[in-house]
């Protein structure tokens, strides 16, 4: 692979907690099990969680850091991934490196990795400080994830801004979390409140699902197995977009059948 | 309106959050994306006002200037409905050099 056929995707958020992390370790085994051979960069150097979701957090020997600082090769710092050996993670380095690492540093990182992956998914940190522009300068396009509520979609469309400005593109978005008996009682956002507001074109909707939390107790992200959790289901099919595939996007508060989806229906209905 | 709505406002409940988060986040998006606080806006509408003023008259209660978003476009939008436009001012009737004078001078706009 070559660095110019890969792509370099930046997962951003603005808001913290929404689900990033998760999305990255998910997409990350998703895409490698499709065949593509994918990395999946931490560049949350303050809070890292990505090997701990990935059960690779007993097998870090390198960082990011070493590998800047050229004490190590970046082959030794790539945490392969046993079960899906597509998959390598190149772990964050030491919180203090916060202090000195330039958005330079982060594109050298990513250029290095993009010589032998397809894929570059970069886990960016909360907020839209230095950690944050960091984490951008590597990327191409991004993938902003955020939840169907106010404050979450509020930090989205700052972050949505700032990736604007420099040129980032294309721009999806994933909407998790969404829970559609919320959303087909109208207490929750509905899926295109949230495009319409945003503007960006959906890649994909992950619903509130338990088993994100089983598998991030084992370390065994949920597109790992055949599961066929909602969640599971939900990351797979956003691999399969990414990759050009034409997977029909379900608004699961518009599938509910029976007679008290219908009523709700028909009380969305216009009479005037 | 939808049917919930209706139903909503005859029982004299709350309307479903959503829409009211919807909303809030229009406007508070449209600010955020203008980067204008809500002072520089204030005084922004009173300047508007006073212009638009001089020339028709115009409902200073009815009067509206606010930010609008869409497709991350925001736009500033005056709603400014007009009671009727001024008599022309005589300097100005000059300048044009029209002979033929308005009977009364005022237009009545609607
Ligand atoms: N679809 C989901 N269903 C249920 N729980 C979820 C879902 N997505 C994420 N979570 C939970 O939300 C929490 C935050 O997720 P995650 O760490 O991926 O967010 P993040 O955006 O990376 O956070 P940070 O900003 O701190 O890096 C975790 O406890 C995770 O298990
Ligand atoms: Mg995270």
Redesign the interface.
């Known amino acids: 692979m070559t660095a110019q056929s890969s792509r370099f995707i930046l997962i951003c958020s603005g808001k913290g907690g929404v689900g990033k992390t998760t999305l990255t370790a998910n997409l990350g085994i998703a895409l490698a099990r499709l065949g593509a051979t994918t990395a999946v960069l931490d560049a949350d150097f303050g809070l890292r969680n990505l090997d701990l979701l990935l059960g690779l957090e007993n097998r870090i020997v390198y960082t990011a850091q070493e590998v800047l600082a050229g004490s190590c090769r970046l082959e030794q710092a790539l945490v392969k991934h046993k079960q899906e050996p597509n998959l390598a993670l190149l772990p964050a380095g030491n919180p203090r490196m916060l202090e000195w690492l330039k958005p330079e540093d982060m594109r050298q990182i990513a250029t290095m990795v993009g010589e032998q992956f397809e894929y570059v998914l970069i886990d960016a940190p909360a907020g839209i400080e230095g950690g944050f522009r960091n984490a951008m300068a590597a990327a191409t396009e991004a993938i902003v994830v955020t939840t169907p ?2 404050s979450a ?2 930090d989205a ?2 972050v ?2 700032l990736l ?1 400005s420099e040129g980032v593109k294309p721009i999806q978005l994933v909407l998790n979390r969404v829970r559609p008996k919320m ?1 087909a ?6 899926v295109d ?1 949230v495009t319409d ?1 945003l ?1 960006l074109p959906l890649l994909g909707l992950v619903q509130e699902d338990e088993q994100v939390i089983v598998s991030t107790n084992r370390g065994e992200p949920l597109t790992l197995g055949d599961s066929g959790s909602p969640a599971a289901r939900a990351y797979t099919n956003v691999a399969r977009r990414l990759r050009g595939e034409a997977v029909p996007l379900i608004d699961p508060s518009k599938e509910r059948q029976g007679l008290r989806a219908r009523i709700g229906r ?7 | ?4 709505e ?2 909503d406002k005859l029982l004299g409940r709350q309307p ?4 009211t ?2 909303q ?3 406007l ?2 449209a600010h ?2 203008s980067d204008l606080n809500p002072e520089l806006l204030e005084q922004m509408r009173r300047e508007i006002l006073e212009v638009v003023n001089r020339y028709v008259e115009i409902d200073l209660e009815e009067g509206d200037v606010s930010l609008a978003t ?3 476009v925001t736009a500033l939008v005056a709603n400014l409905p007009i009671r009727r436009a001024r008599i022309p001012e005589p300097e100005l009737n000059m300048a044009a050099g029209t002979p033929e004078e308005d009977s009364e001078g005022v237009a009545t706009l609607g």
Do not use: H, P
Request: aromatic share 2%; proline share 0%.
């Open positions: 509520e106010v979609v509020r469309d700052r949505i801004g604007n959303m009682s109208q207490e929750m956002l509905a409140d507001i503007a028909l009380m969305q209905t216009k009479i005037f | 309106m939808t049917l919930r209706l139903i479903a959050s959503a829409d988060a919807k809030r986040l229009r508070v998006l955020d994306r869409e497709d991350r």
